[in-house]
């Protein structure tokens, strides 16, 4: 069984659209994060969440947005797709107290 | 704030040498300190991990020790194989905050 899954796992699009991905954990897990990760490999925190706090990293534009339906799910939405979101999206998850955070396989978004 | 540096890649190395790579760290408070391992187009795995100072972590060879003195999480290998290849994230999470920082990755090229 799949850990920590995303979908889809490829996505691309033009600009101006607005998509989503989607994660979800079957790891009972109560803290998620939305990373994104660009071409040179950099590993950029964009939120982490569970069912109390919202952290935001400052510099995400306000397009981006994370929806969490229940606790296994935290799903990202983008706004109005630039040409720089292009990147691999990574979501995460891990247990408050032990903080060894599991990944998914990872969405590579295209926007054209 | 906490920030973690990477030795810059690329690295290559011939099948059996010893690998280091280079980690460094400042955080407030006291952070768990992790490598991560990302294979070709994969997401991020847990490689190794230690929780307080001079704990070693290892696991497949490869080992960490956490010096406070130095601030260093440096990543060993005695001898490393083809399949080593990956790109390695050192990592550090402050568990009073729960707030993870990640490294800028090394990439690994290991030749036969």
């Known amino acids: ?112 | 704030g906490n920030s973690v540096t990477q030795m810059e890649g690329p690295v290559t190395l011939s099948e059996e040498a010893f690998l280091t790579i280079n980690c460094t760290y400042t955080a407030t408070g006291y952070p768990s300190l992790f490598w991560y391992v990302q294979y070709p187009g994969e997401g991020l795995q847990l490689l190794l991990k230690a929780t307080k100072a001079d704990d070693k972590g290892s696991n497949k060879g490869f080992e960490a020790t956490y010096r406070k003195e130095t601030t260093s999480f440096h990543l060993e290998k005695g001898s490393v194989q083809v399949s080593d290849s990956a790109v390695y994230f050192c990592a550090l999470i402050n568990t009073n905050a729960g707030k993870s920082t990640f490294g800028d990755g090394t990439t690994l090229t290991v030749k036969p």
């Not at chain 1, 990293?57 to 939405?77: G, I, W, Y």
């Open chain 1, 1 to 112: 069984d799949t850990a920590v899954s995303q979908t889809p796992k490829y996505l691309v699009t033009q600009m101006g659209n607005d998509k989503s991905i989607k994660c979800e954990q079957n790891l009972g897990h109560d803290t998620m994060y939305w990373y994104k990760q660009d071409s040179k490999k950099f590993l950029k925190i964009m939120f982490s969440y569970n069912n109390k706090e919202l952290i935001i990293n400052e510099t995400v534009p306000n397009r981006f947005s994370p929806k969490s339906p229940d606790k296994a799910h935290l799903n990202l939405h983008i706004n109005s797709l630039e040409l720089g979101d292009s990147a691999v999206y990574f979501c995460a998850s891990s247990h408050l107290d032990s903080h060894e955070q599991f990944f998914g396989p990872g969405t590579r978004l295209t926007v054209l």
